[in-house]
């Protein structure tokens, strides 16, 4: 039987941890998905760093929301929201949702996707959105709880080849609490 978890809001000193999980669930994930040159130099000890520190200036004045989920003291995943950046129509969005593959499938995403959705609901909004890798089994996962598929885009990666993601979106946001 898996420990129980816990959820709260992130602090400055979780950046190393959430730096972590970012990074290790990056490899865990798109291994396979993604052009090997790109994903090491998302996931090196660089990007780690980089990270950290985004995540320490993140939750020392966060412009949006960061939830933590614990397992016996450790960070074993995160997500964070905030209003939306590029989602016409949508007025939040899913900024990120990573969990260490050890911790999936024991209902943490979907407790820490709830929890942002109760946060973001409590803050004004009414829609979500976010954007999944086209091939990330995840898109599925969002699907199952409810979201839709609406529209997609398309980036060049600085390695070569690109990236296609899909936008999926809650229509009401109260489905999700």
Not at 58 to 87: C, K
Request: glycine share 8%; hydrophobic share 40%; aromatic share 6%.
């Amino acid at each position: 039987m898996a420990p129980p978890f816990t959820l709260r809001p992130a602090t400055p000193p979780d950046a190393p941890a959430l730096a972590h999980v970012h990074t290790a669930s990056w490899r865990e994930t798109y291994t396979g998905l993604l052009p090997q040159e790109f994903l090491a130099g998302m996931t090196d000890e660089a990007a780690r760093e980089r990270r950290q520190r985004m995540w320490e200036a993140l939750a020392a004045d966060p412009p949006q929301i960061i939830l933590v989920a614990e397992q016996e003291g450790e960070v074993v995943a995160f997500a964070s929201g905030g209003p939306a950046r590029d989602h016409p129509g949508v007025d939040a969005e899913l900024y990120t949702l990573y969990a260490l593959k050890s911790a999936q499938g024991q209902g943490i995403g979907q407790a820490l996707l709830h929890a942002l959705a109760r946060e973001l609901q409590a803050s004004g909004a009414s829609k979500l959105a976010l954007w999944v890798l086209d091939q990330n089994p995840t898109r599925d996962w969002y699907a199952r709880r409810g979201a839709r598929e609406a529209g997609e885009k398309t980036q060049p990666l600085p390695t070569g080849g690109e990236l296609r993601e899909v936008r999926m979106v809650w229509d009401n946001l109260a489905q999700l609490r």
